[in-house]
């Protein structure tokens, strides 16, 4: 296989992966929406759907890598940089979509993390609403009398 068919080939991987980069991304948004609303039913079918997208993205970063080296045998290079000096027909759209695929990917992560910290928030106030209704739970049982429990004393028999 030539270098600009490997190329091209890596190019095409990456703009999948760009796709379902696009399609996380926008989940990603949908469960900040479904964390500050508390639609936990929700949230879990969106972070459902976006573990679909994740797992088809594996299979992608493994072909991009199998053509990658490929190439890296071919071309007798260690690094992308190296690719620089090259001089091979769509090098240059390559370094695109890859750049595009940074950035969407710094974005997500982005938003996960202020996701995560709103999650923290949340369950931080869960917390503290359990431990106060334990609370209530054991001053109301310390001032509610607690009823005997004697036998029955008579006892209705038929004769």
Known sequence: MASEEYIKSMVEVLKEK???LMDI???TGSQTNAINNEEFETLEK???DKQIRINCIEP???RFN???LELKTE???ESMEQLNNKNIQGIKALKEATSKVIEIIAEISVIEKQNNEIMLKLMEKSK???K???NGKKALSAYTPHPLNSPSYYIDKKK
């Open 18 to 20: 760009y796709k379902l």
């Open 25 to 27: 991304l926008q989940l």
């Open 46 to 48: 969106l972070i459902h």
């Open 60 to 62: 992608l970063d493994k």
């Open 66 to 68: 199998t053509i990658f």
């Open 75 to 77: 071309l007798n290079i």
């Open 128 to 130: 503290k609403e359990i």
């Open 132 to 134: 106060n209704i334990t």
